[in-house]
């Protein structure tokens, strides 16, 4: 006969229940495991995307209120957008330039941040 220590209101075994584990309960931190991992995951997911729309946010107040392209800061954020655009810095071409940035960089913006926000809704699902 064997003694399975009573559960909490959720099915877990009281903390420390050692030699009385139930089999259910590896199960349970297995699974527990995994949605750490995604959570990990999901997370470093948000702060990059996040990141990136911060970029892309400064770049185009920059160019709006004309910042000093000199600026070694306001440089690498140029740098680093026009890195990041891949290729959606030239898909609208009004003829102002400003508007132009606004509508190309908010572009790629959107689309990093979509894509972001599905990829971890699919890690979710699994």
Do not use: C, K, W
């Not at 909490?8 to 139930?22: I, S, T």
């Not at 990990?40 to 160019?63: D, K, Q, Y």
């Not at 957008?81 to 009004?94: H, M, Q, Y």
Request: no cysteine.
């Amino acid at each position: 006969m064997s003694y399975y220590p009573p559960r909490d209101p959720y099915g877990r075994p009281p903390h420390g229940a050692g030699p009385y584990e139930h089999p259910d309960d590896r199960a349970y931190r297995a699974e527990r495991r995994r949605d750490d991992g995604v959570q990990t995951i999901a997370n470093i997911i948000r702060v990059v995307t996040g990141l990136i729309a911060t970029v892309f946010g400064l770049h185009i107040l920059f160019v709006v209120f004309s910042a000093n392209r000199g600026n070694e800061f306001v440089a690498f954020i140029r740098m680093l957008a026009r890195t990041l655009v891949l290729g959606l810095g030239d898909v609208f071409t009004p003829g102002n330039a400003v508007l132009g940035v606004i509508l190309n960089y908010g572009l790629a913006m959107l689309v990093y941040v979509l894509i972001a926000h599905f990829i971890i809704r699919a890690l979710r699902r699994h």
